[in-house]
Structure formats: C-alpha cells, structure tokens
C-alpha cells in the first residue's frame, strides 16, 4: 500500500510557471477562482478555457497528470452535467422521448457549468503541479504577515506546517517499518471483516505515537538547545525574490478579469 | 520560549503529517465522490484530548491544508474554505469535552460526537453553497448534501471512535499531556 503513496504532487520542471514567485501564484490562483464566477457566455466561457489552456501549455505539465487530478470528482461532473439536461427547462425543446424532455438552455447550462467546474481543478492542480508545498508554505507566511498585527501565530503557524511536511517521508518509512514488521508476526491490514481490521490496526497505531511524540520531544530540545526562541529576529534559509514576471502574471490576471467583464452578458 | 509550548507545537506538526499518512489507510470502498472513510481523524483528537483544544484545532488546520495541497480538490473559493482548513480544525474542539478531566470512555464519545458534528456541518454547508450553485433550482440541494455527507462520516466516526477506545485501554499515557518522557511536569 505504502509504495503506491507518493507525497504531494509536486512535478520540478523547468518552466515560467515553475519560476514564478509562489506568493504571486498563490494571489493570482485565488484571484482565478473567483474571477471564474464571472463568466456566463459561450463567449467569455471560451476566453477563460483558452486562457486555462495557455497557462498548462506553459508550466509544460503533461495533461495526463491534470486528468489524474479528476478521477475523485469525474463522477460529480458527470452527474451535475446530467441533472441539468434532465431537470433545467429553459429555452427551446430539443427532443423529446416519453418522460424524457431535454431542453437547449438544460445542456447549455450542463456544459457552462462542467467546464468551469474543469477550469478550476485544473488550475488549482497547476499550483500543486508546479509549486513544492514547502514553498506553497513559505508563500502563505509571507502574504499573512500583515495578520500578526491581529494576534495570529503566522510565524509558529508556518513553521509548524514546515515541520510537518519535513517529517512527512519520515513518519512514511516508519509507518512502513512497523506495518511490515506487524505484517510479520501475522498482522492483516487488508483483509476480513472491518471489525478485525480496525483491531488490526492498533497495534500500527501505538508505536507510530510514541515515536511520534518522542521525536517531537526530541525536537524541542534540539531547537531549544540550538536557541530557538520564536520568530522575532529569525533569518530564513529559503528567500523570495519577487521579479517582473511575477507583477506580470497579476496583471494578466486583471486584465483577464476585465475582458471577462466586458464579454458577460 | 517556553519549553512546553515549543513541545506542543513540535507535536502538533509531527501529529498533522500522521494526520496525512493516516488519511491514505483507507477502510473499504472507496466513495464515489471524494469522501472515503480513513483514520485522519485520530491525530487529531488525541492532539485535542492531550493538550486542549486549541491545539487540536491547530493540528486539524494543518492536517486540512496539507491534504488541500496534496491532492484536494477546489471548485468554489468558499468550499475551499469550508471542505479543508475549516472542517478538520474544527474536529479540535472536541477536546473541549475531554482536556483537563479524567479519560472515560463517555467523554471520549461527546468529544468525538462534538467534533464530528461539526466537522459534518461544515462539509454540509459547503454541499450546500457550491452544488447550490451548480445543480438546477429544483434539486433539493440540502438533503443531497445532508445524506452524502453523512454516508462516510458516521461509519468514519464509528472506526475512529473504535480506535479511540483501544487507544484509552491500551495505552491511556496518548491522552496525558505530562505523558511525554523528559518534560518537567512542575509547570502543570
């Protein structure tokens, strides 16, 4: 079970989406998803899925990897695309077959919001495709700075979350370890009733904690002993360098916002 | 910094990235769209029944996001909000049943009932506010989302709450914040 997991989904490759500053992909990702809304034509539907396709064209990821990103909501899409066709009646009949009336504004309606629903998978994925969660991480304490002014733990937060994702492959091989090692003595993970497998599952469970938490112990006084004392006064190993591509994409994404509503009816 | 503090901290990450690793053992089927039933939720309410439940909001935020950007999924900005961050940090707030008071297997079910609660109300109203958005007008949007919803998480609920139990009989020390070997327990 555990060779199939690879962490994150994180592709390095060497592109100008890969290279922009991830606080700028972070602000013009969140911009993107709610510019989306305003599409409602045939017309700026289309801008927004040509101006989606420009943007996979240049993180040079292959689409098979966006396709993957689908799987958990296909299902989801296909459905609402059919309750539209069989439950919208608006605009004109297109046919008819017993109880079965599917009308134009239905399959309108369907396709519009299918595709948005795709617009946003996909370039939601191209975050998670072209940025490494650690900077995604180093992205989102930089942007919520302004935040410690309302008492929020930013610093501790992001370095939390930096912590985790370290220990993540960590905790992986351990919980390998033990699985094989439980798996050895007769222990099984896959199989039988869920009674059985829910019991199966605790004796993983029990040494996976107490390591865990004597690592985080560990940690501490490692930290503490090499002087850790909160985020004041702290220098990062990891710079940002915001650049002139990255005001670029920004504006791309203002102008994008413009044309949208200019061409909505 | 306070020694404790750092140590809670420390635990709250390390339990957020088993949070993650937890999430991919998967118990039966997995549901058709997007929920599966897993074990994420166990770190998080043994981080809110041993050290309160602040810092099992922290570690079920941090579980949240980690799973957002390793292969979450994003069709509205408020369901991003709702289906990630929110709905795991609230799981923390069961702690509030537990912290500071003797471990019974009671409290660990209001706790785990709290949470889950919660947790259910969050990915119910963003069913709500995004499939609103997106199925037709006359789809009853809310009771769609209520059943879906509820589909994997009471079984969810059920095997964590299991796992829980186990935990308490085998190895009670996970709930005691003054459990970990070398702190000093003189600042309790």
């Known amino acids: ?265 | 910094m306070e020694r404790n503090k750092l140590i809670t901290m420390i635990e709250i990450a390390i339990m957020a990235g088993l949070s993650f690793i937890l999430s991919k053992v998967e118990f039966g089927a997995l549901w058709a769209f997007g929920g599966s039933i897993s074990l994420i939720m166990v770190p998080i309410f043994v981080m809110a029944f041993r050290r309160g439940w602040q810092a099992g909001l922290v570690t079920g935020l941090l579980a949240g996001i980690i799973s957002l950007l390793t292969g979450g999924y994003v069709v509205h900005p408020v369901q991003l909000v709702l289906d990630y961050p929110l709905a795991y940090a609230v799981l923390g707030i069961g702690g509030l049943a537990v912290f500071h008071k003797p471990i019974t297997t009671g409290r660990i079910f209001t706790g785990l009932l709290l949470g889950t609660s919660l947790r259910l109300a969050c990915h119910f109203m963003s069913g709500i506010i995004w499939f609103g958005s997106a199925a037709p007008k006359e789809m009853p949007v809310a009771v769609y989302s209520f059943l879906y919803n509820i589909s994997y998480l009471l079984p969810e609920m059920l095997i964590t709450a299991a796992i829980l139990v186990f935990l308490k009989k085998t190895a009670p020390s996970f709930y005691k914040q003054s459990a970990s070997i070398g702190s000093s327990s003189a600042s309790y």
């Open chain 1, 1 to 265: 079970m555990m060779e199939k997991m690879i962490f994150g989904r994180y592709l390095p490759l060497q592109s100008v989406v890969h290279r922009l500053d991830p606080r700028a992909k972070l602000l013009f990702i969140f911009g993107f998803v709610i510019v989306v809304f305003l599409a409602n034509n045939a017309l700026s539907y289309g801008l927004l899925a040509v101006f989606t396709l420009v943007f996979i064209y240049l993180s040079k990821i292959n689409v098979r990897f966006l396709l993957a990103g689908l799987k958990p909501v296909i299902w989801l899409i296909a459905f609402t695309f059919l309750l539209h066709i069989f439950l919208t009646r608006e605009g004109d009949l297109l046919f008819e077959a017993g109880f079965l009336k599917v009308y134009e504004g239905g399959v309108r309606q369907g396709a519009f919001i299918s595709l948005r629903f795709l617009l946003l998978i996909f370039v939601t994925s191209l975050l998670t495709l072209t940025t490494s969660p650690i900077s995604i991480t180093d992205g989102l304490e930089s942007l919520l700075k302004p935040f410690k002014k309302l008492k929020l733990p930013v610093h501790e937060l992001a370095l939390m979350m930096s912590i985790s994702l370290r220990f993540i492959p960590t905790l992986m091989d351990e919980t390998d370890k033990i699985m094989k090692a439980q798996m050895a003595r007769g222990a099984d993970f896959s199989s039988g009733p869920i009674k059985e497998r829910v019991k199966a599952v605790v004796p993983l469970l029990i040494p996976l904690f107490v390591s865990a938490f004597k690592r985080a112990e560990e940690l501490a006084v490692a930290m503490e002993a090499r002087g850790y004392k909160g985020g004041e006064g702290r220098t990062k190993y990891r710079l940002l360098h915001w650049q002139g591509r990255d005001t670029a994409a920004l504006i791309i994404l203002v102008v994008l916002a413009a044309l949208l509503w200019w061409t909505r009816s």
